[in-house]
């Protein structure tokens, strides 16, 4: 079975320092892994995926994650954190036939 | 990308009583997606639905509580059936679009009475 583990609930920076949010992934396979945000009362925004080609992605504003398969992690990084970054954000794991399995959720607050 | 919208945005229902709410995509779609997101949580999927096959349910969930028709390629609904206060959540719709991307709708905010 796959699952997705993000290490932390709450993560608190402020406004122009690095962000990091953590995210581990179980599977026997090379997976397909996203990332997601939700601002509050908003939809799902995909961010950035993986899907077996280039190891470091870059997404939308500013986001990156990079795959480490020796690691099962598949951590968003951005070097300065904006105040409208200030959301909660989701790593899903997908295996190849099967269905998106998300994380619990980690929720960033931008301090200014 | 897809655009992707729900009906209703919100609703406040009384329990033993049914919502059935609807997802209109822009674009057509093979694979549709229902998922539910109790509060302060995280998302689970409910079922998949594809045109002209019976949707699949995950553990969990079932056709009685959870109703799913999908006459088309753009447009899917989630019925909530005998509601309680537990079924409190919003639920989305997504679509598979490319690349096993899934774009998501703005979801339904349903509170049970």
């Known amino acids: 079975a796959q699952s997705v583990t993000q290490l932390d609930s709450h993560v608190s920076v402020s406004e122009g320092t690095p962000v990091l949010l953590r995210c581990n992934y179980s599977?026997?396979?090379?997976?397909?892994l996203f990332w997601y945000v939700q601002h509050p009362n908003k939809g799902l925004q995909l961010l950035l995926k993986?899907?077996?080609?280039?190891?470091l992605v870059k997404g939308i504003n500013g986001f990156e994650a990079e795959f480490k398969k020796s690691e099962t992690s598949f951590h968003l990084t951005k070097p300065s954190a904006h105040m409208s970054d200030a959301a909660e954000y989701f790593c899903?794991?997908?295996?190849?036939?099967?269905?998106?399995?998300f994380g619990p959720g980690t929720r960033l607050s931008v301090l200014p | 990308s897809a655009v992707i919208s729900q009906k209703p945005s919100r609703d406040i229902c009384q329990r033993g009583t049914s919502l059935t709410i609807q997802c209109q995509v822009d674009?057509?779609?093979?694979?549709m997606f229902w998922y539910r997101q109790q509060p302060g949580q995280s998302l689970t999927l409910i079922a998949t639905?594809?045109?002209?096959?019976?949707?699949?349910?995950e553990s969990g969930f079932v056709i009685d509580k959870f109703p799913i028709s999908r006459p088309n390629l753009t447009f899917s609904t989630l019925t909530v059936s005998n509601m309680s206060p537990e079924d409190s959540s919003i639920y989305l719709c997504?679509?598979?679009?490319?690349?096993?991307?899934?774009?998501f709708g703005p979801g339904t905010r349903l509170t049970v009475t």
């Open positions: 997504s679509v598979e679009v490319q690349d096993y991307e899934q774009y």
């Open positions: 599977s026997s396979y090379s997976p397909s």
């Open positions: 993986y899907t077996s080609a280039a190891t």
């Open positions: 899903v794991v997908l295996l190849y036939g099967q269905n998106f399995v």
């Open positions: 674009s057509q779609v093979t694979m």
């Open positions: 639905a594809n045109q002209g096959s019976e949707a699949t349910y």
